[in-house]
């Protein structure tokens, strides 16, 4: 057969695979395969539904392919949703968490099933995802961004098995149990939440030494204790007084010293020659 009697085409590609299969077999198979079989029919379904087909669904592994890289995108988050709901009614030792990887890439059709590096490069998206989450190519990336109302965050260029260039690595950041048509910002609302109640915090602090500081200065009645005559080394008399100290001598020059003598003197006779006044002259402390 030569090349030209196959089908090339530019599609979208879902692959989804279980995470911890052996271990759940190994504890239950056949409750196992009864879980799987009922996920495999509700991602067929949602698969339909957006104008995608199965292409295989081997073991825990499902392929799916999409004309639309949009729609291709809005199932896997659908995906996800559904199977965080349907985990909430299981124990935990028996909950069946999806690695997904999305990829837009040219593919080699033959009969119904589908090759090539954009299928390789889906399956490594997979391997990236965590437990129950979504890794995108840069090609759907930028086919989605504007797009789709989803968070997408850049997790760098994976180097991967047998593909030759480093792929650009995006993470979907959905929320379980909202729809994929609506806007998710859970991480944003959170943060301004945090960012919120900080600031509230704040003001409120200041709010707090504000009226402390109004109620200490300017409210509080101070407490001044009496001077007491007692304790003084000289009482002072009935009649108002006075200290006058004397002037430094800031020039470094005794020479100077004078002067500064001479400025206290004047004063201290000044003050003396007003009534009922006590004038203590050359006070030194």
Known sequence: MT??????RLT?????????YS???GDNEELTIRTLTGNREMMSTLIKQHKGRVIDSPG?????????VTQAVDCAVEIQ?????????????RKMEYRIGVNLGDVIEEGDRIYGDGVNIAARLESLAEPGSICISSFVYNQVKNRLKLEYEFI???????IREPVPVYRVQSLPGAAAHRVIKAKKTAEKSWRKKITISIAVLFVIAAILSIWNFYLRTP?????????MAYPLPEMPSIAVLPFMNMSGDPEQEYIGDGISENITSTLSKIGNMFVIANVYI
């Open 81 to 93: 949703r559904k199977m965080a709901q349907r985990n909430e009614e299981l124990p935990d030792d």
């Open 3 to 8: 090349p030209k009697e196959f089908e090339r």
């Open 60 to 68: 825990d592994n499902l392929l799916a392919a999409f004309s639309s």
């Open 223 to 231: 407490t001044i204790e009496p001077a007491s005559i007692e304790r």
């Open 23 to 25: 271990r759940l077999m």
């Open 156 to 162: 760098g260029e994976k180097i991967v098995k047998n």
């Open 12 to 20: 979208a590609i879902l692959i989804a695979d279980v995470v911890g």
